[in-house]
Structures are given as C-alpha cells and as structure tokens.
C-alpha cells in the first residue's frame, strides 16, 4: 500500500481506518515517468485515471500545433475519463507533464471494488458531481471573463502550476496566443 | 403519471415497463410558466432540476449586464446541480425562457428513490458521468476554436434552440458581442 493512497482515502470523513486500509488494498496504482502517453487519439480508453502525485496534461493537435485544454494535479485530482463510459475513441493525448503515481480503473475493477466497497461507490459518486459542478462553475467563468480576468483566476485558483507549467502552454489553456499572454503579463507587471 | 416522463424513462433499456411505471409515480415533476426564476444569485439552490420539456436559460449578471452562459432543453436533459453539493450560494440566475415541465429533486428525494429504486442511482450516476464528459469536451472545443469554429459549431450541436432564443443570448454564450456575432453571420452568408 502506498503512503499517498492511503493520504488520499483518509481524506474522506466516511471512511474509517480499517476501511481505508481495506480499499487501499484493492485500489491498483502506478508509477508512470515524465513523458509517459496515457491516452492518444484515435484510440478507445479502457482505462481511466486519477492522480495521486504528478502532473497530467490533456491537449489536442490541431493544424500541427499542440493545444493545451487541462492539467490534472495532486490538488485538483481527477483525470478525464472521457469516452470511457460510451467506448468512443479519444480526441486528444494524456501525457505524463512529471513523474507521476496515478490511480487506475477500468469497468472490471471498479465494478469490483464498488460490490466489495458500497461506501467507495458512493464515494466516487459524490466526486464526479463535485467534479461537473466545477467544470461548469469553470466554463461560465471562460465564457463570460476578459483574457485578463482569466489570467488572474488561472493564478488564483491553480497556484500548484506556477512555476511547473511552461508559459505558451498556460497561453494555451486560456486560450491566448503565446504572443497576447506574454503583452497581458507585461501590462499587469507595469499595474502592479 | 405525465406521458412525458413515461417517456423519458422509457428511453432507458435497463428499465422494464413495469419498473418505468412504478419509478414515474415517485419522481415529482411540476409546470412552471416562461418567466419563473428557478434559482438566483445569493440563494443556497435546494432543488435540482431536469428539462422534460421546455427551456431553462442560466445566466450571470456582470456589472449590469445579463450574460448567458447554458441553456438547458428537453433534447440535452439536465438542469445544473451546482452548488446543490456543497451547499453554496448560486452565482447565476436559472429562469424558465419558455412554458416548462421539470423533474425536481432535493437530497430527501433522491434518497428515498434511490432506495426504493437502486437501478435509479445507477441510472443518475452514468447520467451525470456522461454529462461530465460532455461538459469537458465542450468546454475543450471552446478553449481551442475561433469564433467561427464556435458558431458552426453551436449550429451543429443546438439545432433545438434555433428559433427559440435570441442572437444576442447566443453571442453571450459563444462568448462574443451581439456586434461580432452580427458581423460573423453576415461572413458565412456571403461565403456560403
């Protein structure tokens, strides 16, 4: 059982040890290098994944170019598990940004672990709402915010990427050219 | 029992009739005229809803100005939970733009259903899931397309809210002004 699974499951307040060290056995994990491509496009993922310690970035390409749409941290959590319900294949890569220990399930062990684990699957549950309430929270606030106004809350709320994340790919994610976020960057440094 | 909701959960195949008449009598479901404000900025949301028929319009207000951000119909299902979770303040308005019959729930609700009916949380949750997928894809699209891309798009994938909502609502929502979505149009004319 790894330290930071067992960190994770203790998170949750409805668990209680000797559940936390029940589940954390039969939750499987992996280390997976810098570099590592989890998902490509074209092909069906069987498996979905969850991060424990590491960075996870999803981007497309598009004309040739790379575009970052999402990272997926240690803080924020959960990976995309796109396509894993309706087996359509991927539009676009996962790749390991860091060296990460990833959480992994497909329908057989999850559907296993729920039968054993009642309260994991109420656990998950309750995660994946959580999950698409901040994804539309974060959407409305895409749509209706200045480049500017993204900018600020992308620092706000994502501290974990500073400094971990190269700048065209944060451009990327706020779906700003390189050139326009490194302008906005100066504007803000001469405000403050 | 409304037909409408019979029919709607006769859309899934892992319910029998008999099952789809016995969930329709627990599932409550209410009429409420275009106009009728379902949630609004500052109120803790109690109810979740889901469209059966009709338009739900969900909009923030940004000094002074409406700006719409979802519309949720009878095609595309589901009304948002947000913050039916965790308990906090909506950020946003949730009005009927049309005469609509929803399905509401609140924590007792579902609870009790879910109980009764344990193929119904399995039901919700691959609902929720599949929407999660979906607001991420769409929320990916929206980062990496043009305006035009966004527009075609939306011409693609809504072609249940032509007609039915106004030019200035669907610029909001693509993230444009009403001057740019205006000029855009009048570009695709001319090249088509």
Redesign the interface.
């Known amino acids: 059982m790894h330290p930071a699974l067992l960190k994770f499951l203790s998170t949750f307040d409805t668990l209680d040890k000797a559940e936390v060290e029940a589940i954390a056995m039969h939750i499987p994990y992996e280390e997976f290098p810098k570099g590592t491509v989890l998902q490509a496009p074209g092909q069906v993922p069987n498996r979905c994944y969850f991060v424990l310690e590491g960075l996870v970035r999803?981007y497309?390409v598009?004309e040739g170019n790379e575009?970052t749409?999402?990272f997926f941290t240690e803080s924020q959590g959960s990976c995309?598990?796109?396509?894993?319900?309706?087996r359509s294949p991927s539009?676009?890569y996962l790749v390991c940004a860091e060296d990460c220990l990833l959480i992994y399930g497909d329908h057989n062990i999850d559907q296993a672990n729920f039968e054993r684990f009642p309260v994991l699957?109420e656990i998950v549950?309750?995660m994946?709402?959580?999950?698409?309430?901040q994804?539309?929270?974060?959407?409305?606030k895409?749509?209706?915010s200045s480049s500017e106004q993204r900018y600020l809350h992308f620092l706000k709320t994502r501290p974990d990427l500073q400094n971990r994340v190269p700048q065209h790919q944060v451009a990327?994610?706020?779906?700003l050219t390189p050139e326009s976020l490194s302008r906005l960057r100066k504007r803000l440094v001469t405000k403050g």
């Not at 994946?128 to 309430?133: D, Y």
């Not at 990327?172 to 779906?175: D, F, T, V, W």
């Open positions: 999803q497309f598009i575009k749409t999402a995309p598990a796109n396509h894993f319900v309706d539009a676009y699957k549950s309750q994946v709402e959580a999950e698409l309430n994804t539309r929270d974060e959407f409305s895409f749509i209706t990327s994610l706020l779906g």
